[in-house]
């Protein structure tokens, strides 16, 4: 015959099961919670890529030390930041999209004409009304025939112009020339470190 447990015995055995009950659940939470982590971080890194700004090339919009998070499979579009393997070096870079496969443009006294059509550059409006009062130039003028690798003063298919926003001391396209989209490693969706400085591109 079984010997009957006793008050005291009964609730130490209830309290045991609680404690593996509830070590069982926090497993269980812990694992899951981890294969969620794994599942979303897979998921991010295919679609996005995160990219440190290095430089002072985009002052004053982008500052060096900024974290970007880039959309991989975004379609590209003027004025858009870009990240890129810089054609011919062993080195990446951040630029803006100035000119797109098929435009001929030309910069004339800090204006962007694309064809016979005025672009506004607002990203710089504040740089450009300095520049007018201080009675210099922000972007010398140039056109795209003066870049390497136009061809008939339009930009080839698969092919993109990109211009530093610190334009009087930003190496960009005029120096390297143009950018070919296999190239291109993803496009600017936010900042995201440090977090002051976190906001939408």
């Known amino acids: 015959m079984k010997k009957r447990l006793n008050q005291q015995q009964l609730q130490l055995l209830a309290q045991s099961i609680r404690k593996k009950r509830r070590r069982r659940y926090l497993q269980d939470l812990f694992v899951t919670f981890g294969i969620f982590v794994t599942v979303v971080m897979g998921v991010f890194f295919i679609f996005f890529q995160i990219q440190t700004v290095n430089d002072f090339s985009m002052l004053p919009n982008l500052q060096a030390g900024d974290r970007l998070i880039l959309g991989k499979y975004k ?89 530093a926003d610190n334009r009087s001391f930003g190496v960009d396209s005029r120096d390297y020339g143009l950018v070919p989209k296999e190239n291109i490693l993803g496009v600017g969706a936010a900042i995201f470190l440090p977090v002051s400085r976190m906001t939408q591109l």
Do not use: C, M
């Open 75 to 163: 379609k590209i579009e003027r004025f858009d930041i870009v990240a890129f393997q810089i054609p011919g070096r062993k080195q990446q870079s951040i630029r803006r999209v100035i000119g797109l496969p098929g435009e001929e443009l030309r910069y004339h006294e800090d204006i962007l004409y694309v064809g016979t059509r005025e672009i506004p550059e607002r990203f710089l409006s504040d740089d450009l009304v300095a520049a007018k009062d201080r009675a210099y130039q922000l972007t010398p003028d140039f056109t795209t025939s003066d870049i390497r690798g136009v061809k008939n003063q339009r930009i080839p298919a698969d092919y993109y112009l990109v211009l």
